[in-house]
């Protein structure tokens, strides 16, 4: 069945324009450390109201940030989540640079959402993120193994609002929905553990409020379909995520 959802995949990509590229002080590799391994073909396959997938690296510009950031995980990151500095010392983007690049790769993207958000049939987004088995360096969770799915609304272990971090993105009542679904299908899941939902969940879920549309944040565990050597994947284990993880969303959908 055709989900009554956006697919947003913001992370999926590692691509750098070439103009850019020279001002990195990454190599390939560390510039692949990036890339959320999976998600594009994991949720960016799901027979979805719509699908957005990222273009271009996070590392270009992160659409999962509020486009008024400016600090080193802003919208324009200057270290990566390893702690790395992404830039050459005399090359760290300017405000103009910033600026362009918002026009340029930041703006189609958060114009598409809003316009696909706004069709009467959809009924909410899910953003969807991949992560590393265990918390690395600048990670809230550094050190310690992940469940299998993360899920998040804005809210505390149990999906309920918090007076720290304000309205939730969903209704608690569908995220634990969401949470047996996902267990019964074998997965581990955790609820706003180790992150409570990111720009896009929030910035949507507030925009949409009055249209009665959730958002809800998905990250994946990346141990569950990576293949030997960094940023590889096994074709095998990832079919078997991905036909788990499409019939979850399709019993989802027939639930909200």
């Known amino acids: 069945m055709r989900l009554p959802l956006v697919i947003s995949v913001p992370h999926c990509s590692g691509r750098i ?9 990454l190599s390939n590799d560390e510039i692949a450390d990036s890339v959320d391994l999976g998600t594009r073909e994991i949720f960016g396959t799901l027979d979805a109201g719509d699908i957005l997938c990222s273009e271009w690296s996070r590392l270009v510009v992160d659409l999962s940030r509020d486009p008024g950031r400016r600090d080193h995980k802003g919208v324009v990151a200057r270290i990566d989540y390893f702690g790395r500095s992404i830039y050459h010392a005399n090359a760290v983007p300017d405000e103009k640079e910033i600026s362009d690049r918002l026009r340029e790769y930041y703006w189609p993207y958060h114009n598409r959402l809003r316009e696909v958000l706004a069709r009467p049939h959809i009924k909410g987004v899910i953003d969807c993120h991949s992560v590393s088995g265990i918390g690395p360096s600048e990670a809230p969770d550094a050190g310690r193994k992940r469940k ?3 899920l998040s609304n804005n809210g505390d272990h149990m999906g309920k609002m918090t007076p720290a971090l304000g309205k939730t993105t969903c209704p608690s009542e569908t995220l634990n929905l969401m949470k047996q679904v996902f267990l019964r299908a074998g997965f581990s899941v955790s609820i706003n553990n180790p992150y409570t939902a990111g720009f896009i969940s929030t910035h949507y879920a507030g925009a949409f409020a009055g249209m ?5 944040q998905i990250e994946i565990n990346q141990d569950l379909y990576a293949g030997p050597g960094p940023g590889k994947i096994s074709p095998g284990r990832l079919a078997d995520v991905r036909s788990k993880v499409c019939r ?3 019993e989802i959908a027939e639930m909200i």
């Open 17 to 25: 324009p070439e103009r850019i590229r020279t001002d990195l002080a």
């Open 148 to 150: 299998d799915i993360i």
């Open 212 to 216: 009665e549309k959730f958002a809800v």
């Open 248 to 250: 979850c969303l399709d």
